[in-house]
């Protein structure tokens, strides 16, 4: 049983190894979808919304990572 739980760990981990930085993508992609559906922000707006969240996220990411 305990293998199992190894194996799961290490296929959620090829996936998901910063989890703050998933759930800002997943927060920016929400933030960005309401703003362009709902506030009718045109849709090239939404995408450098979006390129310059995923930038500032990862950014982000990389000055915890250097912390460590």
């Known amino acids: 049983m305990k293998f199992l739980r190894i194996a799961a ?6 996936f998901i190894d910063d989890g703050s930085l998933a759930l800002w993508s997943v927060v920016l992609i929400a ?5 362009v559906l709902w506030l009718g922000f045109p849709g090239l ?8 969240g995923c930038v500032a996220s990862l950014a ?8 460590r």
Do not use: Y
């Open 60 to 67: 982000a990411s990389v000055m915890r990572a250097v912390r």
């Open 45 to 52: 707006w939404g995408g450098v919304l979006l390129v310059l």
């Open 9 to 14: 760990d290490e296929l959620i981990g090829m």
């Open 31 to 35: 933030i960005v979808t309401a703003a």
